[in-house]
């Protein structure tokens, strides 16, 4: 699988930091996402799919490869 974030999107909720924080993670002076991960291993689907579709503004995108 394969994510992007659309930064102009991003809110700095934290919905993705606490669905998948190995994946992703939120800038501390600006509070919008950062993607650690934007290949993750598929067991990581459930928690990357939790945090695309918790993201109140769907600023995740995931694709395949």
């Given at each position: 699988m394969r994510l992007t974030v659309d930064q102009q999107r991003c809110i700095g909720s934290g919905q993705c930091v606490m669905a998948a924080p190995d994946v992703f993670g939120?800038?501390?002076?600006?509070g919008h996402v950062l993607l650690h991960d934007p290949g993750p291993a598929e067991e990581r689907r459930a928690a990357v799919s939790r945090a695309a579709t918790?993201?109140?503004?769907?600023?995740?995108t995931i694709?395949?490869?």
């Open positions: 939120q800038c501390e002076e600006e918790g993201c109140p503004v769907q600023a995740i694709s395949q490869k």
